[in-house]
């Protein structure tokens, strides 16, 4: 071995003859004239010019090596002749970010010491190199497009979390994310830039000017005059906010976007680079020559054709290259600069790749005459280099440069060897391969041409009542009929293009996926699988790590190409077997979630942990499936020996970090100088390199799978014969279905949980610019009303209004070009498609896991999430631009989905909370649309009914206010004045948005209003417990908001400034919603089934009457007593109280006592009113409140008249005479009434309030007449309320029914002695 300036030089092949020297002529097939010939043209002197090839020296293989390098040193410049132009630059070679003392604030600065992710507020870092006088550039890479100053400091510049570069004296930046330049003070300069954007800073210090570019393009000069001289020298600098990331490129690259007159801060090498295009050059003298053995002659040929087949004169001939060409092609600047640029001239023809075969013949050379390392390095660094250009392309209109490095990259991985080598070790881990899937969004539509592309503009100016846009609006114009149209093309010549990157990202994944390429090893198929598990595993341990998670954006385009690649790979296989599935029926076995044979790492599943279900369904395992559990693994996942583990981990970790030299084991991506992998974590507080403080792949510390993603080989997956691979341990309830690449599958299983992790919320991100075009359309809409109103004299107000008119104008010619991208990239029919083909995945899946019974428990909780969250996707995030009508079977999927709902919000085999929760959240927004609620009444009935029973559960012990949610929805449109859309208080406010259910129009179901009445029918006991509950609940809710508006009041009236906190009020607006849907589904159920009170056969019947009667009253006195705290805190009008209001609540009481007053039968209404009554807090005026009546009426209408007289004869204890309002208060405030909600209480239901007005008034006068005083020792000591009618047993303490029967449905114990109750028995005073 030798060693050359440090570095270990490994020995190279010789690929000289070993009898050159002795036998000239031996050259296998020419002779030595011509082989001189042929030697002198591919290796011509740039010295001689064209020489007569007589007076030419023989070249024979002998002297090549002597004559290459002779040729190679031809033209180089003499070491004291170089170019003194460098002068004017301090500092170490290669510049780097200065990671020891050039920092402040907390960093992730990547291992090439060139990229950098922000970890604190504001961190700041500078170069290793500074300028004094000269020119220079170095170029920035934007990784992300949020807060960041970049741009030059001198040595003296100090920063904090608060100051940056720009902030001080001697430092100079510019701000794509604000459109600003910063030198402590800042101004407006330049365009706003994006994530795939280059930033060029350019710094004269002859001039004394700093300038910056954006993609090339010049921002123009942004300071001139800047401090130069003795003593100053200026450093490049960022600062950047939390997970903000860069790469620098200071010219250890060739810089994208080269200035004239400017040096990269980083000297090229330019000795490297001669002598690489030389060889290059000599190369392509190979590739276009031809020897004619016979005719002992040179011809000419197209390189395009060449072939290598093994002709020794060539080989030996390119070996001699390659043998200088090769370690010159491990360097990232000449494989950027000379190999990348001569691929990418190969491939310019156009064409097909396939028609490229000269790159498949270059790799089989690679692989043939240069050292593994050294292939596997220029692999390596020319994927990095392709993807770094992929990336950081501008977009064109054509796309023309991502479609260049795309058909590049194709034509690599079609190399079969190259392919492996990296999948196995680049892709995945040392890039961030999803990028080549991805892309980008453009900011600046001008820019990307799509002013070109798509002339003209359109937006929505038709808007329905809820302030939806219409479709196809009737009233269209033909002018904007033609605009919508020409819209609509150009988006079309638009996704068009899109459309020739997206299927070359998925000819690539095709490569990928190929199972089939097994002679040189394992197929690609099986390494891919691999490391697509792991490339999942960070990304779901890692939520929220700056350095590991792959972007959202970025797994959107990824899930798409892959969903496409594996159904064309599905569809290939099951073509070749009629009787297997076909990707449109596809779903993962439920085996897969038991048999270890795929990793879900840590994620939870419906039954809880995965060692806690291995030891409690063992015994389902062995019967079931046939799986024994290794009693060795469950007793690894004992708690105990998770302790020990911990200890011993602990214990041996430093061993392990010595033995790597003091690092541990990193992350597999951290390598990646430009994509935001970082290694080096910088602190200001303790100046030190470390791994980051949470490794990605921390060795496991209880193996509890069978089988690590590592150990798995095809046999494994695919099975053979005796053994299932993947489906090993189909449960009895699975079909045997045949499946032709049960590898697919895992990658299904993976594509589902790509969709949970990032996917879905990136898609409702990306709503955000349909939900502004839709604002500003609006707007637009709303001033150019104002200028048709605006009245002639008043110019300057019309003025004003035609600058916002034209400023709405081009913000949405923007937008809505804008919108015809990421409608084409993320929202288009085929993306929408693709999503309903993953929710009916998931919806099989589940059905196929609840048929194994307990073995469900195993299921991932993710397949439940994905199934309502890409349902939600379809419904709120595709439209209106895409109908779910349109969908091939959407019906019966909403009918599947609706089951799956009904069935498992409410199943015991499910433990988790949050999913349960997500589950019952997805059901009360299925019952609120028509649409999803028809399919949750196609469900079959038994499973109605089962769902009904479950949402009648009493409230106690869990999550209740959902399931009241859920009832209500059902009841809305039924209820007395329950038929708004939006609440009538709030009409005048500003329109809210209209997809929100509580916006919805009204959908009752009849069909589970029915179920319902039926279950409560029949079912006495479970009746009892549900009312008691719902009672119960209310009597809390009713009483927090009480309380709660107390509190808000007495800030209020407090002289100093007080704020209400925000959550204070929120919560008061919660209590008060609650109230009122509690007060709802009591009114459904009185409605439905009266007998449950108003029948004094069935149990607790009077007992439920009588408590409802009380919370009613103690409602409607809360709310209807004059100037009240009700009324107070509701005229303030306070933010986040608008729901709160008289009409929602008091409209809900009055449909329970219109139910129970009037609309039932005699005796019904007669013993309803006996206890309404008989409630020592009724008072009559409060019903008189509902119609605005005060006390002492003088109406001339009988009703009112009589109604509104206080009760005759001596006031009892049952019926207290109203209170006489207050002089000239009746004209100091309007009253509540229902009369004033023509709009939403009909006549019918007015009269039916008169009447229980008179029908109570009557009442009341008879019983104020018969009752009779009551002595104080008569009355329960419980209530001091009821006269004593119980006796207990065996104590004999004594109270009124309704006491005591309250009391018993929650507790036995007696309320003096707690000696535990046996009976209850009548008593009656003796005589």
Same mark, same amino acid.
């Given at each position: 071995m030798s060693t050359k300036g440090g570095v270990t030089a490994l020995p190279r092949r010789n690929y000289r003859l070993a !009898?050159?020297?002795?036998? =000239?002529?031996?050259?296998?097939?020419?002779?030595?004239?011509?082989?001189?010939?042929?030697?002198?043209?591919?290796?011509?002197?740039?010295?001689?010019?064209?020489?007569?090839?007589?007076?030419?020296?023989?070249?024979?293989?002998?002297?090549?090596?002597?004559?290459l390098e002779k040729l190679l040193c031809e033209g180089e410049t003499p070491e004291e002749l170089r170019d003194p132009s460098a002068e004017g630059r301090l500092g170490p070679q290669p510049v780097v970010l200065d990671h020891t003392s050039g920092f402040e604030g907390l960093l992730f600065v990547d291992d090439d010491l060139l990229g950098v992710i922000g970890h604190s507020n504001f961190s700041s870092i500078r170069a290793t190199t500074c300028v004094f006088k000269g020119k220079w550039a170095y170029e920035v890479l934007i990784s992300s497009q949020g807060l960041m100053q970049i741009g030059w400091c001198t040595l003296s510049c100090r920063f904090n979390q608060e100051e940056g570069v720009g902030d001080t004296p001697d430092s100079y930046a510019y701000d794509g994310n604000r459109v600003r330049k910063w030198n402590v003070t800042t101004t407006n300069y330049g365009k706003s830039w994006a994530a795939g954007d280059i930033v060029s800073c350019l710094i004269d210090l002859d001039e004394g000017t700093i300038t910056f570019c954006l993609n090339g393009q010049s921002l123009g000069t942004a300071f001139s005059s800047i401090k130069t001289g003795p003593g100053v020298a200026y450093f490049p600098a960022i600062s950047l906010s939390f997970k903000e990331s860069v790469a620098f490129n200071f010219g250890s690259r060739p810089l994208r976007y080269p200035a004239d007159g400017y040096l990269p801060l980083q000297d090229p090498p330019t000795a490297d680079l001669l002598k690489a295009h030389r060889l290059l050059g000599y190369i392509k003298n190979v590739l276009s020559t031809s020897i004619n053995a016979q005719e002992e002659k040179l011809l000419e040929k197209d390189s395009a054709v060449w072939r290598l087949q093994g002709d020794p004169t060539v080989l030996i001939t390119l070996a001699h290259i390659f043998n200088l060409f090769a370690p010159l092609m491990c360097k990232v600047y000449l494989v950027e600069d000379v190999l990348m640029n001569f691929l990418l001239g190969i491939l310019e023809g156009g064409g097909s790749v396939d028609e490229h075969p000269l790159i498949q013949q270059l790799l089989d050379l690679f692989w043939l005459l240069m050292e593994d390392h050294e292939v596997n390095e220029c692999l390596k660094q020319l994927m990095m280099s392709l993807l770094r250009a992929y990336r950081f392309s501008p977009i064109i209109p054509d796309l023309g440069f991502q479609i260049h490095y795309l058909r590049l990259t194709t034509a690599i991985l079609h190399h079969e060897k190259s392919r492996k080598y990296l999948l196995n070790n680049v892709l995945?881990?040392?890039?961030?391969?999803?990028?080549?899937?991805?892309?980008?969004? =453009?900011?600046?539509?001008?820019?990307?041409?799509?002013?070109?592309?798509?002339?003209?503009?359109?937006?929505?100016?038709?808007?329905?009542?809820?302030?939806?846009?219409?479709?196809?609006?009737?009233?269209?114009?033909?002018?904007?009929?033609?605009?919508?149209?020409?819209?609509?093309?150009?988006?079309?010549?638009?996704?068009?293009?899109?459309?020739?990157?997206?299927?070359?990202?998925?000819?690539?994944?095709?490569?990928?996926? $190929? $199972?089939?390429?097994? $002679?040189?090893?394992?197929?690609?198929?099986?390494?891919?699988? $691999?490391?697509?598990?792991?490339?999942?595993?960070?990304n779901a341990s890692n939520r929220g790590h700056p350095t590991a998670l792959c972007p959202p954006e970025y797994m959107v385009c990824f899930l798409h190409r892959l969903i496409t690649a594996v159904r064309s790979s599905w569809d290939e296989g099951s073509r070749k077997s009629t009787s297997s599935l076909s990707s449109e029926d596809a779903y993962v076995p439920p085996q897969l979630f038991y048999n270890g044979k795929v990793d879900y790492f840590d994620l939870q599943r419906l039954g809880g942990l995965l060692s806690h279900l291995k030891k409690t369904l063992k015994d389902d395992l062995a019967t079931k499936a046939n799986i024994v559990i290794d009693p060795a693994e469950i007793q690894a996942a004992s708690m105990d020996d998770l302790d020990e583990d911990e200890e011993s981990g602990a214990a041996q970790r430093p061993f392990g970090a010595a033995a790597m030299g003091g690092a541990l084991a990193r992350p597999s991506w951290l390598s990646s100088p430009t994509l935001g992998r970082a290694n080096r974590f910088l602190s200001t507080a303790a100046v030190s390199l470390m791994t980051p403080r949470r490794?990605?792949?921390?060795?496991?510390?209880?193996?509890?799978?069978?089988?690590?993603?590592?150990?798995?080989?095809?046999?494994?997956?695919?099975? !053979?014969?005796?053994?299932?691979?993947?489906?090993?341990?189909?449960?009895?309830e699975e079909p045997d279905q045949p499946i032709t690449d049960k590898s697919l599958l895992e990658i299904i299983d993976g594509i589902v949980m790509m969709y949970n992790l990032s996917v879905h919320q990136q898609l409702g991100k990306m709503v955000v610019v349909a939900d502004e075009v839709h604002e500003y359309a609006v707007a637009l809409k709303d001033t150019e009303e104002k200028i048709a109103r605006c009245p002639a004299r008043r110019a300057d107000i019309l003025d004003e209004l035609q600058k916002s008119q034209k400023v709405f104008a081009e913000k949405l010619n923007h937008l809505s070009r804008r919108l015809a991208w990421i409608n084409a990239t993320i929202y288009s029919k085929e993306k929408m498609l693709d999503v309903y083909w993953l929710l009916c995945v998931c919806i099989r899946t589940i059905e196929h896991a609840d048929n194994t019974a307990s073995l469900f428990a195993f299921t991932p909780e993710f397949y439940l999430n994905v199934a309502m969250n890409a349902y939600s996707a379809l419904k709120n995030y595709f439209s209106p631009a895409n109908s779910m009508d349109e969908l091939p079977g959407y019906e019966e999927t909403l009918t599947q989905l609706a089951a799956i709902l009904a069935k498992?919000?409410?199943?015991?085999?499910?433990?988790?909370?949050?999913?349960?929760? !997500?589950?019952?959240?997805?059901?009360?927004?299925?019952?609120c649309y028509p649409q999803s609620l028809r399919a949750v009444e196609r469900i079959p009935e038994e499973q109605r009914v089962a769902m009904m029973r479950n949402l009648l559960?009493?409230?106690?012990?869990?999550?209740?206010?959902?399931?009241?949610?859920?009832?209500?929805?059902?009841?809305?449109?039924?209820?007395?004045?329950?038929?708004?859309?939006?609440?009538?208080?709030?009409?005048?406010?500003?329109?809210?948005?209209?997809?929100?259910?509580?916006?919805?129009?009204?959908?009752?179901?009849?069909?589970?209003?029915?179920?319902?009445?039926e279950l409560l029918s029949m079912d006495k006991d479970m009746a009892a417990s549900f009312l008691n509950s719902v009672l119960n609940q209310l009597n809390w809710a009713f009483s927090e908001f009480i309380g709660m508006i107390q509190e808000i009041q007495q800030a209020a009236e407090r002289p100093e400034r007080n704020f209400v906190d925000t959550r204070q009020l929120k919560v008061c607006a919660t209590c008060f919603d609650l109230s009122v849907s509690l007060l709802r589904v009591l009114e459904m159920t009185v409605t439905l089934v009266p007998e449950i009170f108003l029948d004094w056969t069935r149990p607790s019947a009077e007992l439920l009457l009588r408590r409802l009667a009380q919370l009613l009253n103690q409602v409607l006195n809360r709310v209807t007593a004059e100037k009240n705290l009700f009324d107070r805190v509701v005229n303030l009008r306070l933010p986040g109280l608008e729901s709160v209001d008289h009409y929602p609540i008091l409209v809900a009481v009055t449909g329970i006592l219109v139910r129970i007053l009037v609309d039932g039968d005699k005796q019904g209404t007669s013993r309803a009113a006996s206890v309404l009554l008989s409630d020592p807090c009724f008072q009559l005026h409060s019903i008189q409140h509902l119609l605005g009546e005060p006390a002492e009426s003088t109406g001339s209408s009988a009703r009112p008249t009589a109604a509104g007289r206080p009760a005759a004869g001596p006031p009892g204890p049952s019926a207290a005479p109203p209170a006489p309002l207050a002089a000239g208060s009746a004209s100091e405030r309007k009253h509540f009434s229902l009369h004033a909600y023509t709009d939403y209480i009909s006549?019918?239901?007015?009269?039916?309030?008169?009447?229980?007005?008179?029908f109570l008034t009557e009442e009341s006068k008879q019983a104020a007449a018969s009752t009779a005083p009551t002595s104080e020792e008569d009355l329960c000591p419980i209530c001091y309320a009821h006269s004593i009618s119980a006796v207990f047993r065996p104590c004999s303490h004594k109270s009124c029914k309704a006491c005591i029967n309250q009391h018993l449905m929650n507790n036995k114990d007696c309320f003096f002695c707690k000696a535990t109750i046996t009976g209850v028995e009548d008593y009656s005073k003796p005589s």
């Open positions: !009898s050159d020297m002795d036998k =000239p002529r031996s050259t296998g097939i020419v002779n030595e004239k011509l082989l001189s010939d042929y030697l002198h043209h591919v290796f011509p002197s740039t010295k001689l010019g064209p020489t007569v090839a007589s007076l030419r020296k023989p070249l024979g293989f002998q002297d090549l090596s002597s004559h995945f881990d040392v890039l961030r391969s999803v990028v080549f899937f991805y892309i980008k969004t =453009p900011l600046r539509v001008k820019e990307a041409g799509l002013e070109e592309l798509i002339p003209t503009t359109w937006w929505p100016t038709h808007f329905d009542k809820e302030g939806k846009d219409e479709r196809e609006p009737k009233d269209e114009s033909s002018d904007e009929r033609l605009r919508r149209r020409a819209y609509e093309r150009g988006c079309q010549r638009l996704k068009k293009r899109i459309e020739v990157v997206e299927d070359l990202q998925v000819q690539i994944l095709r490569l990928l996926l $190929n $199972n089939k390429d097994k $002679n040189t090893g394992e197929a690609s198929r099986y390494i891919f699988l $691999n490391k697509f598990r792991k490339f999942l595993q960070e490794p990605l792949s921390q060795p496991e510390k209880v193996k509890v799978r069978t089988l690590a993603v590592e150990q798995r080989t095809e046999e494994d997956i695919e099975g !053979s014969h005796g053994n299932d691979g993947l489906l090993l341990g189909r449960p009895q498992h919000f409410a199943d015991p085999r499910i433990v988790g909370t949050d999913i349960k929760d !997500s589950l019952m959240q997805a059901l009360a927004s299925y019952v559960a009493p409230y106690e012990q869990r999550p209740w206010a959902q399931t009241n949610w859920i009832l209500v929805r059902l009841w809305r449109g039924c209820g007395f004045g329950y038929r708004y859309t939006r609440l009538p208080h709030l009409l005048k406010t500003k329109p809210e948005d209209a997809n929100l259910p509580s916006l919805q129009k009204p959908c009752p179901s009849l069909l589970l209003q029915r179920h319902m009445a006549l019918e239901e007015k009269q039916k309030v008169e009447e229980m007005l008179e």
